[in-house]
């Protein structure tokens, strides 16, 4: 069986909006994100190699003052980060996992229409 994380060891504690999950450490946010959500992350418009720009999050680092801008393709986790703001396209794949993310179909028509905003 192919598996798509780099070798772990242990699972670190994140914030998603406001969620606490668990995820692998030594893995970049989004591959955290598909260990989250496997059945969604795979499939959506992501290239993983840093260049469509549809994984662009703002985090809050435990050793940061200040809230950055980051690529989750290419950001490797950081125990007790913080993820303050989701790309549409991760916020679309994400969306069954998030409480506070409105669920129906409102996203999935805005998705059709518009491209992501980053
Ligand atoms: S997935 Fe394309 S830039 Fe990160």
Do not use: H
């Amino acid at each position: 069986m192919s598996e798509p994380f780099r070798p772990y060891e242990k699972l670190v504690d994140i914030t998603i909006l406001g969620t606490k999950f668990q995820v692998p450490e030594r893995n970049s946010l989004l591959r955290c994100f598909q260990f989250i959500s496997p059945e969604t992350i795979p499939y959506g418009r992501f290239c993983w190699n840093q260049e469509c720009q549809y994984c662009r999050v703002s985090c809050q680092l435990p050793d940061d003052d200040e809230s950055r801008e980051m690529l989750s393709c290419k950001f490797i986790v950081m125990p007790g980060m913080e993820v303050t703001e989701l790309s549409q396209e991760l916020k679309w794949c994400l969306r069954s996992k998030l409480p506070s993310t409105p669920a129906g179909t409102c996203l999935r028509v805005n998705r059709r229409i518009n491209r992501p905003k980053l």
